[in-house]
């Protein structure tokens, strides 16, 4: 482009360099432009490499920052249109909560058939009811491709929803032209049907991808203990699970003295809360109303959805082997060395903890014969074939096996409990400079954001002219008669701010124009990614594409207000 062209557009070298933000992806282009017309081995020139990955490390930013307030954008329109969703724990505002698709679906009960418009996200399946516009799948079909059933003015009743860390599914065959398929979350059995063959086997792939994903990245109940330390999200880094050493601490810290601590069982719901909120990837946290009995609940149905015991059952005959012998701790110390690495590190950390709940057996009356009797099985399981008495004396040699692992602490586990203290260091040293990163990272984006300020100057500089363009965009704004929202292609100059039905038309009068003097500019609520202009007789409103845009503007906004 010649300089002429490239100032008609708004692209001017000047206009790029002194706003980058404005334009990254045109930025990285240009560098990189340039690169390939310098002369190789020129170390004039060779800054402008660094440059080039500072413009791409820039627009990466921007494109992820875009990316994650499109998607909370998608799901606060769809949480206004839902009433009763507030009143649920769902959480739309997530950041972590994405829309995989939506669409019309009927929940069939007996021989009733409810249609219901659903919403899947990667945690929830959502079913509403439509309290206006329409009000079954008849009327539905007769918009055709749903686009009214998805239009602003349509509002949602909130129906129920399943939570997708607790179910299976179970593809149907076709039969009698129904295109079923069921959800089932043990307590519960939902038989969905879609309305065509197409639509069926798009939400059966859809649901089976985000039940799998869930399983391997967010589930914790009923997870292979490697699976859990290795992929799971929380866990990575660690050597035993998060949950586990924080319910166990809040026990340490004041319910030892507990009596029937591990014997008497705590409330069924709040367990079921608890492992619920695991299961979908959140954190739980404790306090003076947590039930104890309710958290050791908890504890004990983590073991007893292991899918294999800590010590795995194929060990069994090595380990009860040693019962007897007279190098029997020697012996039993080769074999826990054998053990997975966080095998071992979570039967130290659980019989470390067995001790502390031994010694307060005055006050909690768990002597170390009953706290092997909850807890034994879980941590090794005795071959179940065979006659009763075969049985019963593996069951016995269990029991065992625990007491000597507790009577023997410090010759068994003392070097575990040293490597795993060693890891804990690494682990907090690599967790300094993630957060360090992340400081970084933070003080990067705040800086480039920042840079706005500087279109202060290109405003107020007496070299520029007061017409060049400061910034250029597509931005939607609010009518003053109809009320209807409509995309124009704004222009912002010193003292005003323009507006056109497309980019090519910008060398030509306007179509409207905000004359920025004596005028306020401000973050708005009627609209997520919205401002306003005020002036004397009118606000103007105004709505960009996402937060980091809507920043932008405002910035640029302001630095051209004539006060």
Same mark, same amino acid.
């Given at each position: 482009?010649?300089?002429?062209?490239?100032?008609?557009?708004?692209?001017?070298?000047?206009?790029?360099?002194?706003?980058? /933000? $404005?334009?990254?992806?045109?930025?990285?282009?240009?560098?990189?432009?340039?690169?390939?017309?310098?002369?190789?081995g020129d170390n004039e020139f060779q800054p402008l490499k660094l440059a080039y990955e500072k413009a791409k490390e820039m627009n990466e930013v921007l494109q992820k920052g875009n990316e994650l307030s =499109?998607?909370?954008?998608?799901?606060?329109?769809?949480?206004?249109?839902?009433?009763?969703?507030?009143?649920?724990s769902i959480n739309l505002m997530d950041s972590n909560c994405m829309l995989i698709r939506e669409g019309v679906l009927s929940i069939v009960e007996e021989t009733t058939k409810i249609d219901h418009y659903?919403?899947?996200?990667?945690?929830?399946?959502?079913?509403?009811?439509?309290?206006?516009?329409?009000?079954?799948?008849?009327?539905?079909?007769?918009?055709?491709?749903?686009?009214?059933?998805?239009?602003?003015?349509?509002?949602?009743?909130?129906?129920?929803?399943?939570?997708?860390?607790?179910?299976? /599914?179970?593809?149907?065959?076709?039969?009698?032209?129904?295109?079923?398929?069921?959800?089932?979350?043990?307590?519960?059995?939902?038989?969905?049907?879609?309305?065509?063959?197409?639509?069926?086997?798009?939400?059966?792939?859809?649901?089976?991808?985000?039940?799998?994903?869930?399983?391997?990245?967010?589930?914790?109940?009923?997870?292979?203990?490697? $699976?859990?330390?290795?992929?799971?999200?929380?866990?990575?880094?660690?050597?035993?699970?998060?949950?586990?050493?924080?319910?166990?601490?809040?026990?340490?810290?004041?319910?030892?003295?507990?009596e029937g601590i591990f014997r008497i069982s705590g409330r069924a719901s709040d367990i079921k809360n608890m492992q619920d909120q695991l299961d979908q990837g959140k954190e739980i946290s404790f306090n003076? #109303?947590?039930?104890?009995?309710?958290?050791?609940?908890?504890?004990?149905?983590?073991?007893?959805?292991?899918?294999?015991?800590?010590?795995?059952?194929?060990?069994?005959?090595?380990?009860?082997?040693?019962?007897?012998?007279?190098?029997?701790?020697?012996?039993?110390?080769?074999?826990?060395?054998?053990?997975?690495?966080?095998?071992?590190?979570?039967?130290?950390?659980?019989?470390?903890?067995? =001790?502390?709940?031994?010694? #307060?057996?005055?006050? +909690?009356?768990?002597?170390?014969?009953?706290?092997?009797?909850?807890?034994?099985?879980? /941590?090794?399981?005795?071959?179940?074939?065979?006659?009763?008495?075969?049985?019963? /004396?593996?069951?016995?040699?269990?029991?065992?096996?625990? #007491?000597?692992?507790?009577?023997?602490?410090?010759?068994?586990?003392?070097?575990?409990?040293?490597?795993?203290?060693?890891?804990?260091?690494?682990?907090?040293?690599?967790?300094?400079?993630?957060?360090?990163?992340?400081?970084?990272?933070?003080?990067?984006?705040?800086?480039?954001?920042?840079?706005?300020? +500087?279109?202060?100057?290109?405003?107020?500089?007496?070299?520029?002219?007061?017409?060049?363009?400061?910034?250029?965009?597509?931005?939607?704004?609010?009518?003053?008669?109809?009320? +209807?929202?409509?995309?124009?292609?704004?222009?912002?100059?010193?003292?005003?701010?323009?507006?056109?039905?497309?980019?090519?038309?910008?060398?030509?009068?306007?179509?409207?124009?905000?004359?920025?003097?004596?005028?306020?500019?401000?973050?708005?609520?009627?609209?997520?990614?919205?401002? #306003?202009?005020?002036?004397?007789?009118?606000?103007?409103?105004?709505?960009?594409?996402?937060?980091?845009?809507?920043?932008?503007?405002?910035?640029?906004?302001?630095?051209?207000?004539?006060?």
């Amino acid at each position: 482009k010649t300089q002429e062209q490239m100032d008609s557009s708004g692209c001017s070298l000047e206009t790029l360099l002194s706003c980058p /933000l $404005q334009r990254p992806a045109q930025l990285e282009c240009f560098i990189e432009e340039l690169l390939h017309k310098t002369i190789r081995g020129d170390n004039e020139f060779q800054p402008l490499k660094l440059a080039y990955e500072k413009a791409k490390e820039m627009n990466e930013v921007l494109q992820k920052g875009n990316e994650l307030s =499109q998607n909370i954008a998608k799901n606060i329109e769809i949480f206004k249109r839902i009433s009763g969703l507030e009143q649920t724990s769902i959480n739309l505002m997530d950041s972590n909560c994405m829309l995989i698709r939506e669409g019309v679906l009927s929940i069939v009960e007996e021989t009733t058939k409810i249609d219901h418009y659903c919403f899947l996200f990667n945690m929830y399946l959502i079913y509403v009811k439509a309290q206006n516009v329409l009000q079954s799948l008849t009327d539905i079909k007769e918009f055709g491709n749903f686009n009214h059933m998805r239009a602003e003015n349509a509002r949602y009743r909130y129906c129920g929803h399943i939570g997708l860390h607790r179910v299976t /599914l179970q593809d149907l065959p076709n039969t009698d032209g129904k295109n079923c398929f069921i959800l089932a979350d043990g307590q519960n059995k939902y038989t969905m049907m879609a309305d065509s063959h197409k639509a069926k086997s798009d939400w059966v792939f859809d649901l089976d991808r985000t039940i799998a994903t869930i399983r391997r990245t967010k589930k914790v109940f009923g997870v292979p203990l490697d $699976q859990l330390m290795v992929v799971h999200e929380n866990e990575k880094g660690r050597d035993i699970p998060s949950f586990l050493e924080k319910s166990i601490s809040y026990i340490i810290s004041g319910s030892l003295l507990l009596e029937g601590i591990f014997r008497i069982s705590g409330r069924a719901s709040d367990i079921k809360n608890m492992q619920d909120q695991l299961d979908q990837g959140k954190e739980i946290s404790f306090n003076q #109303e947590t039930d104890p009995h309710a958290v050791c609940g908890l504890i004990k149905l983590w073991f007893r959805e292991l899918p294999e015991t800590v010590i795995p059952p194929s060990m069994f005959e090595v380990f009860s082997g040693c019962l007897g012998a007279s190098d029997c701790i020697n012996r039993m110390k080769i074999n826990i060395d054998k053990l997975p690495f966080h095998n071992q590190c979570l039967l130290q950390h659980m019989v470390k903890f067995f =001790q502390l709940v031994i010694q #307060e057996e005055e006050s +909690n009356k768990m002597n170390k014969r009953n706290l092997s009797i909850v807890f034994a099985p879980n /941590l090794l399981s005795a071959p179940q074939a065979g006659d009763t008495q075969t049985v019963s /004396l593996g069951l016995e040699s269990v029991y065992k096996i625990f #007491e000597i692992l507790v009577d023997n602490y410090e010759p068994l586990f003392h070097n575990i409990e040293e490597r795993r203290k060693q890891n804990k260091v690494k682990l907090l040293q690599e967790q300094e400079q993630i957060l360090k990163r992340e400081r970084e990272e933070r003080q990067r984006v705040e800086a480039i954001l920042s840079s706005q300020e +500087n279109l202060g100057s290109i405003a107020n500089s007496q070299v520029i002219n007061v017409d060049a363009i400061v910034k250029q965009g597509w931005l939607s704004k609010k009518g003053a008669k109809r009320r +209807n929202w409509k995309t124009r292609w704004f222009v912002l100059r010193f003292k005003c701010l323009g507006y056109y039905r497309n980019p090519q038309d910008i060398n030509q009068p306007p179509k409207g124009k905000i004359i920025l003097a004596n005028c306020k500019v401000h973050i708005a609520t009627s609209k997520p990614f919205s401002f #306003e202009i005020e002036i004397r007789d009118r606000t103007y409103h105004i709505c960009a594409k996402n937060a980091i845009e809507a920043k932008e503007w405002i910035a640029a906004i302001e630095s051209c207000i004539e006060n």
